[in-house]
Nanobody, 114 residues
Framework: QVQLVESGGGLVQPGGSLRLSCTASGTIFGWNMGWYRQAPGKQRELVATINRRGSTNYADSVKGRFTISRDDAKGTVFLQMNSLNPEDTALYYC?????????WGQGTQVTVSS
């Protein structure tokens, strides 16, 4: 069982930046990691993923603005979010996947508003 704890969310003005962190209860070496988000009234959607080799994938809506990275030694995944806009407002979830295992964190709220 892997426990994931997200942090770093908050209220930010349009054009601002936030850095989300997701810390696992154990090692994430070999795991595929990702960030997802869910806005009110909408389905959960992929934001960014990073596989065990460090290859990344981004939703079109965040390409060029968000960067996912990982520190396996610290069991942590990061999401650097720049040029935030109100459409980025959502609850952001961390995901860890390895073969048949799939775990989610509780989420951290990001609100972009003036």
């Amino acid at each position: 069982q892997v426990q994931l704890v997200e942090s770093g969310g908050g209220l930010v003005q349009p054009g601002g930046s936030l850095r989300l962190s997701c810390t696992a209860s154990g090692t994430i070496f070999g795991w595929n990691m990702g960030w997802y988000r869910q806005a009110p009234g909408k389905q959960r959607e992929l934001v960014a993923t990073i596989n065990r080799r460090g290859s990344t994938n981004y939703a079109d809506s965040v390409k060029g603005r968000f960067t996912i990275s990982r520190d396996d030694a610290k069991g942590t995944v990061f999401l650097q979010m720049n040029s935030l806009n109100p459409e980025d407002t959502a609850l952001y979830y961390c995901n860890a996947a390895y073969m048949e295992e799939n775990y989610w964190g509780q989420g951290t709220q990001v609100t972009v508003s003036s």
